[in-house]
């Protein structure tokens, strides 16, 4: 499985700070070593997990 990373600019909707947004998919097996591997970037940084059930991309190759 290949992984994919999403990067949007943004501003604090009420500090109004310049902010990154940074979106990806993990699998549960990665859930862990991806939260330690933010937390050395940036200990303050804001972690949002979701269960997905299926994701559906028209950009994947067809190898």
Same mark, same amino acid.
């Given at each position: 499985?290949?992984?994919?990373?999403?990067?949007?600019?943004?501003?604090?909707?009420?500090?109004?700070?310049?902010?990154?947004?940074?979106?990806?998919?993990?699998?549960?097996?990665?859930?862990?070593?991806? /939260? /330690?591997?933010?937390?050395?970037?940036?200990?303050?940084?804001?972690?949002?997990?979701? /269960?997905?059930?299926?994701?559906?991309?028209?950009?994947?190759?067809?190898?």
């Amino acid at each position: 499985m290949e992984s994919g990373v999403t990067r949007v600019d943004a501003t604090g909707g009420y500090s109004k700070s310049l902010k990154s947004i940074v979106y990806f998919v993990v699998n549960r097996y990665q859930v862990n070593r991806m /939260e /330690e591997q933010v937390h050395e970037i940036d200990s303050k940084a804001y972690i949002i997990m979701s /269960e997905m059930a299926d994701i559906f991309s028209n950009n994947m190759d067809k190898a």
